[in-house]
């Protein structure tokens, strides 16, 4: 197993990663958050730390006026599907203020170093009436040893670097941005993560009833 500084791992990663749900986690993850989504349609949309842009599709095929996809992984970025796509690290954002009326993003936040400083830029480039939709690997996951991890194409195991943040400090967070909690959700495995898989009968036995995912939606006023 190695470790790689996670814009490395995600170009790494990349040419294996398709634009689409392709575990059962992430299908549970992606349930929760389009649960949480507003209406969509003529809305300008931004798919934050995009990856392969699935979540960027979706809002295209819900029909949002202008989807823009960002991700700090040239590697990524390159093969997401979306018309509009900007390189950017994710608490740098190359936008004007309120240029987005929904930000929506997938699992990303437990990369950025500073959740104050991530949670920040986005309720700048969020305009007035706009909603932050996204998910965090749930940090009970990670303290019952679960790690973030895949296989590259030559069977090399790599872990990637992802920082804990209690469902508390994500609202701390929100709340110094100028952000209001409208919603929130939990992924359970044996719950709402109970999709058969290989092994999945021992995997539901060892971490049944954990929190695996947190899902958040945020409005700004």
Known sequence: ???????????????????????????????????????????????????????????????????????????????????HRVRADMEQLPFASASFDLIVSGLAVGHAPSLDAWMAEAARVLAPGGALVYSDFHPDAARAGMTRSFNDASGQRHEL?????????HLAAAWRAGLVLEAQREVRVGQELREAFTGSEAFYARWGGLAIVLALKLVKP
């Open 1 to 83: 197993m190695s470790t790689l500084a996670n814009v490395a791992a995600y170009d790494l990663w990349a040419e294996s990663y398709p634009p689409l749900p392709h575990n059962p986690l992430m299908r549970a993850e992606q349930a929760a958050v389009l649960g949480l989504l507003p209406e969509v349609a003529g809305r300008r949309a931004l798919d934050l730390a995009c990856g392969s842009g699935r979540y960027g599709l979706l809002l295209q095929q819900r029909g949002a006026a202008l989807v823009v996809g960002s991700d700090l992984s040239a590697g990524m970025l390159a093969r997401a599907p979306l018309t």
């Open 161 to 169: 670097l992802h920082a804990l943040h209690d469902p508390d400090a």
